[in-house]
């Protein structure tokens, strides 16, 4: 009786251990995943942080127009904590210091909002 039951325990615990198994293979697939978007999404965030005061308060402040070069200081002002973004993965920004230009772009994620306005469009 008692070998019995033993073995019922047995039987319990290896699909316990199945299962566990299962639930930490699907998390090593899907938290990454979940990550990497996450981290996406902070990197939008901070190129739209640097392009908004791009296209409009530093030019509208500095009465400046297409084509006049862009000083990074006075956008890092209108930057929460002052200071030019970098990606989340570690990269700094490729951006083009002039007003009307083309949107910052994240070396590791790409053109992210650039991409945002063509399906606006
Ligand atoms: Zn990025």
């Not at 530093?58 to 890092?76: E, F, H, I, S, Y």
Request: glycine share 8%; hydrophobic share 40%.
């Amino acid at each position: 009786m008692s070998g019995h039951t033993g073995e019922d325990r047995m039987k319990k615990s290896k699909w316990i251990i199945i299962v566990v198994a299962v639930m930490v293979a699907l998390m090593a697939v899907v938290m990454p995943l979940r990550r990497g978007a996450r981290l996406r999404n902070i990197c939008e965030n901070r190129l739209r942080q640097i392009y908004a005061p791009m296209r409009c308060c530093v030019p509208m402040a500095n009465r400046l127009t297409d084509g006049d070069p862009l000083d990074p200081r006075q956008v890092a002002e209108f930057i929460r904590g002052g200071v030019i973004p970098r990606c989340p993965c570690g990269p700094e920004y490729e951006i083009v210091w002039k007003v009307g230009a083309a949107p910052p772009r994240c070396p590791y994620h790409g053109d992210l909002i650039g991409k945002d306005e063509e399906k606006e469009h």
